[in-house]
């Protein structure tokens, strides 16, 4: 069982070291924006409403989840799922 989730963590490292196709290279782009700006909100040096804060911490989880899906994805030529070998 430990051997199968190591092969799975592996398996999602070798995906994110692949070539990002260029729709989500520019989608991963545009979530380290929302997540610049969610930062920048949420952070602020002045004192906001907490409505704002609230909103800023929704762009920050929204641009963090758009980057690192993003980040996974790979074109389909050059996803080859690899089946577990069988003792």
Request: some cysteine.
């Amino acid at each position: 069982m430990e051997k199968r989730k190591q092969d799975k963590l592996a398996s999602a490292g070798k995906r994110c070291k692949k070539e990002t196709p260029p729709f989500f290279k520019k989608l991963r782009t545009a979530g380290l924006v929302l997540a610049a700006i969610g930062t920048s909100i949420v952070a602020a040096p002045i004192t906001l409403p907490a409505i704002a804060v609230t909103i800023g911490g929704y762009v920050l989880l929204g641009g963090t989840v758009i980057t690192a899906v993003s980040q996974t994805a790979v074109s389909e030529n050059e996803c080859d799922l690899e089946e577990p070998k069988k003792k």
